[in-house]
Each structure stands twice: as structure tokens, then as C-alpha cells.
């Protein structure tokens, strides 16, 4: 596997249900980042983790939880979502240091809450 | 404000023209500017960047204008080809390491 990889591709998803994104990156990035993406909006940023320690809930409702384990992973777990939570969920890694800022995406996790 | 604001919504293009998205910002804090293309079913990927200490930076089919005194920056995309068909993102970065992204530009080049 290269690059950044997401699981699963797609879900669907009572309101009551509980389950988790996984996201795992192979660049040996220290940073890395969920992001939510709706139809005709800018992508949302949503949690930040920078070796591991988060630093950054942009407003996020609590019923989205991140966890990161270590530098590599990195899972968004969700229960009691809304239907407006359906989205693309982008996770990204970087390396953050000086200079350089580029964010590597995975293909993202469909989510459909019905 | 931390908004990036971006146009068209959406680009149809004819093969062989040229494509241009443009994107206003107001903070001027602002020090990074990469453009993000992204294709059905993949995440965005970058696609060039510039920074506002130069107006243009052109890599290939593609080129960055940078106005800074105006607060905007657009892509151009020349020679345009089907394969460009693609989701393009603005974006910029602020003080806090964080990418602030425009809406996106759906691009379609009919052949």
C-alpha cells in the first residue's frame, strides 16, 4: 500500500448506529487530518493531529471522536450521527515542518446516514 | 476573515482552450497557495502552489497568477484536455499551519 489509504469506502449508517473510519498513511508523515467534504461547499476541516497529540476540533459535534494511536493511524468514530452528517470524510497526512505544507488525501470514506 | 472565495462554480471548456478559475482571499496573513485537483472517486491531489512573493509560477500546462495588492489568484490551464475533467480547489494558508479551501470549480473539456 502506498500512499494514504482509507476504510471503508463506503457506509451506510442508521442514526442509531456506532462505527469507525480507519485511515492509516505510509509516508511517514507526522501530521494528520480529517476533513469532512459536502456537495458544493469548501472541505471542512474538522481534527488535526501533530505527532500524535491533538491540536486542532474546529467545532466538531461530539459525536464524531478521533483517535490517533500513533503517527500512522488514525480513526474517526461515529455514533448517533444526523442525516446531514452524510458526507465524503477526506482524512490527509503531512509532514509539518518549515517550508513545507503539502497535505496528502486518501480517496475518502462515503458516508450515507439514513 | 478566513474565507477563500472561488469561481465559476463550474467550467465547460472546448479541447485544445484554455481554462481559468479564479480565487479572492481577504487575510493577508495568507502565505501559501495550492491548487487541488481532484477526479471522481479520489481525494484531492496537488496540483501546483505558489507563494506571494511571485506573481506566476507555471509548471507545464499549468500556471499560478498571483496578484497580491488585489487578493487574488487564479489557475489557468492551457491547451485543455478531456483528462483535465476534474474538481479544482483553491486553497490557502493561514498562520495556523491550516489550509482554508474555496468551494471547488467542476471543469468539464468536451473534445
Known amino acids: 500500500e502506498t500512499g494514504v489509504t482509507q476504510t471503508p469506502r463506503h457506509l451506510v449508517m442508521g442514526m442509531t448506529n456506532k462505527k469507525s473510519l480507519k485511515c492509516e498513511q505510509h509516508?511517514?508523515?507526522?501530521?494528520m487530518y480529517w476533513y469532512k467534504q459536502s456537495a458544493k461547499k469548501p472541505l471542512e476541516l474538522m481534527f488535526v493531529y501533530n505527532f500524535k497529540e491533538q491540536t486542532e476540533n474546529n467545532s466538531v459535534p461530539s459525536r464524531f471522536s478521533p483517535e490517533c494511536p500513533n503517527s500512522s493511524h488514525l480513526f474517526l468514530h461515529l455514533h448517533t450521527l444526523q442525516p446531514e452528517d452524510s458526507a465524503l470524510y477526506l482524512c490527509a497526512s503531512s509532514q509539518v515542518a518549515q517550508s513545507s505544507y503539502e497535505q496528502y488525501f486518501g480517496p475518502g470514506t462515503r458516508l450515507t446516514v439514513t | 476573515q478566513q474565507q477563500v472565495k472561488q469561481s465559476p462554480q463550474s467550467l465547460i471548456v472546448q479541447k485544445g482552450g484554455i481554462s481559468i478559475i479564479n480565487c479572492a482571499y481577504e487575510?493577508?496573513?495568507?502565505?501559501?497557495f495550492p491548487w487541488y485537483q481532484q477526479f471522481p472517486g479520489k481525494g484531492p491531489a496537488l496540483l501546483i502552489a505558489i507563494r506571494p512573493d511571485v506573481s506566476e509560477k507555471k509548471e507545464g500546462r499549468f500556471t499560478i497568477s498571483f496578484n497580491k495588492s488585489a487578493k487574488q489568484f487564479s489557475l489557468h490551464i492551457m491547451d485543455s484536455q478531456p483528462g483535465d475533467s476534474a474538481t479544482y480547489f483553491c486553497?490557502?494558508?493561514?498562520?495556523?499551519?491550516?489550509?482554508?479551501f474555496g468551494q471547488g470549480t467542476e471543469l468539464s473539456v468536451k473534445p
Open positions: 509516508l511517514g508523515h507526522n501530521a
Open positions: 487575510n493577508t496573513a495568507f502565505d501559501y
Open positions: 486553497a490557502a494558508l493561514n498562520q495556523g499551519g491550516k489550509l482554508i
